[in-house]
């Protein structure tokens, strides 16, 4: 009668609470009614009175009706083509079976064909139930997200009802009668069945969510084993019976002892329950982490800075530590024989650790496997990869040694983290291990980024000592041209007294530029300021010009009266380099030259000659770009040098040049009038280049 009850309570809640606009909500009343029948009757006359077996093919039929109706949910009942003749055939085996139940009391003459008819009866049962399950899966299975959340309850409930009754049927069959036992539970699987399915007729039941404890996700799928266990047993057993003579009993009784002995040996052994365990706590109950909030407190312990903030490598071992409670740790890197050695200590001072921490072994086991290894496990006697004849002996002493956590990057260790016991011991579990794997490849990207950024910096550091050692060759190689002139030109000319006058100043002029060099060399990569002095660029554009005298015509045009401001030596360097480029590009008989002007606000020194000329191409890609030259064995920094000197005293370097016409270089600086109004303080003229 507690399923009558249970029902015809559900069915009048559901009428009175719940939602009207729910396509099912006059299906479930119906069949809610129709249960409490059923359970009425049984409970009346029995589970194999005729009245029993056609009120139960009306329940079974209106149960169906409810399935058809929850399809409606999110619209699938507009689209049912191939599910509607399954369930035109359930209805239809569903009808059979009082056809069959009025043949077995009134038509079947003898027990056998009285047998016969009751067996394909419970075969009958044993379809619709296995048809019923698989609708429901594919209702559940088939919904869209926001529906599953709605089809839960009623689609447990119903399928808890079809489950109970494969199996009722399942051992009727085998047993060739009902099972009286079982049969007395029907009342409460009505009731079960009824609450679930008049929940989810409430909008809010989509929020409801079944949370059990530990302890009882534990015991409940341990007994769901043994259930299933046992029923195993049962059919092998019944399977058994059907050999005669003796044979058959010796076989029965033989299979219950191997069957009991294996039972008492393989339930209850640690790997049995440790599987039980962690099966039951994926599955069962909530995780122990609130990954959301692990996220963002590890994201806010590495992204900490500041002066007075960890080292990232201390924050790293501390992102790991949080997340376990543990209160300190090691972070251990490789080094370059392929040990592992203390790379950074986290509130763990006291700790004493060799210079090599861990072997090489181990370093490419925990490479390799990438497994998180649990140093209590190693201290029982526990070896999952081989680990525990390579674990150094100090952290085998030390008890506070909780767990070892690989930080791999791209399949190669970075790193590893010794972590210390928590306050609270325990032990580490499957969502420990994930969680603390998938941290440890974060933190090695970090770690790696890291020492490529070091790494990086390293770099430009001796790129700046290539740098100034590409400038030194330059113009040493321009001093090495002039002295080469020199030479061949005292082979003929040595003799001469006005010739050695010349060789003695240019002897000077190349010493002078040696220890120029030597100076400038020096404030390469430097902060310090430029100097600023008063310059007169006609006479600077004469002397430039002078040097040259004898190698080739250069020759300044026109020079107007311009004073500006620089640096003499950055200024006559920049010109030296860009004279030589034009002498370069030109056939021997070509001039190159330099025109001076001024503007009231800039002072111009133009460069033009009339050689090859440089491709668009070129200018916007490789003109200024270092160790790029259109000459075969030029440097390719002369141009990019100039310009940077040229910057550094506040000026510009612009240039025009068409191919197989010629080149043109400006190189404007601001006037001692206006330079105070230029520096860069108050303008930035570089953005007018």
Known sequence: MLGAIVSISAAAWVYRRGEKARPERAAIIGALCLTALWCISVASFGPLSFLAVVTEAARTLAWLVVVLRLFANDGRDASMAPVRPVVVVLALVVCLQPLLGFVERNIAATGEISLLTAQSARLLHLLVAVGALMLLHNLYAGAATASRQMLRWSAAGLAAMWAFDLNYYTIAWLGKSLPVELAAFHGLIAAIVALPVAISTRASSSGMAFRPSRAVAFRTLSLVVIGIYLLGMIVIARWLSLFVGDMSRLTQV??????????????????????????????FFQHRYDYRAEWLRFNATIGSGGN????????????????????????????????????????????????????????????????????????????????????????????????????????????????????????????????????????????????????????????????????????????????????????????????????????????DKLNHLLARLGRYG???????????????????????????????????????????????????????????????????????SNDGVLGRIDIADSGHGMSPNFLRSGL??????????????????????????????????????????????????????LAPENTDIQKVA
């Open 526 to 596: 430097t902060d310090s300021a430029p100097q600023r002095d008063k310059l007169e660029l006609g006479g600077i554009a004469r002397a430039i010009a002078a040097r040259y005298d004898g190698q080739h015509r250069v020759v300044v045009v026109a020079p107007e009266p311009c004073e500006a401001s620089g640096d003499r030596e950055a200024l006559e360097q920049a010109i030296a380099h860009l004279v030589q480029n034009a002498i370069d590009a030109s056939e021997a008989g070509q001039t190159v030259y330099l025109e001076v």
């Open 254 to 283: 033989g299979f219950v002892v191997a069957a009991t002995t294996v039972a008492l040996l393989w339930l209850p052994s640690h790997r049995m329950r440790a599987w039980l365990r962690v099966t039951a706590a994926k599955h």
């Open 308 to 511: 007075s903030a960890l080292t990232l490598q201390e924050r790293a071992v501390q992102a790991v530590a949080d997340i376990t409670d543990s209160p300190s740790g090691l972070l251990l890197t490789p080094t370059d024989d392929g040990s592992l050695e203390l790379a950074a200590r986290w509130q763990w001072p006291s700790l004493e650790v060799p210079g090599q921490a861990l072997p090489e072994d181990l370093g490419d086991l925990l490479e390799r496997e990438s497994f998180i290894l649990d140093l209590d496990e190693t201290r029982q006697g526990r070896d999952h990869h081989g680990e525990m004849a390579l674990v150094p002996a100090w952290l085998h002493a030390d008890r506070r040694a909780w767990a070892l956590v690989p930080l791999s990057h791209f399949d190669r260790l970075v790193g590893v983290v010794v972590l210390a016991r928590p306050p609270h011991p325990r032990s580490l579990d499957w969502e420990d291990f994930d969680l603390l794997r998938v941290v440890g490849q974060q933190l090695a990207s970090y770690l790696a980024e890291y020492s490529g950024q070091q790494a990086l910096m390293d770099a430009s550091r001796f790129d700046e000592f290539n740098r100034r050692i590409a400038f030194v060759m330059h113009d040493i190689k321009n001093l090495s041209s002039q002295l080469s002139l020199l030479l061949r030109n005292a082979e003929k000319h040595a003799d001469k007294p006005e010739f050695r006058e010349d060789m003695l100043v240019t002897l000077r002029n190349s010493a």
């Open 624 to 677: 200024f770009k270092p160790f790029v030259s259109s000459k075969p064995d030029g440097f390719g920094i002369g141009a990019f040098e100039a310009r940077e000197l040229v910057r550094a005293m506040g000026g510009r370097l612009e240039v025009e040049s068409r191919e197989g016409l010629g080149t043109r270089f400006s190189l404007c600086l601001p006037l001692s009038a206006t330079a105070t109004f």
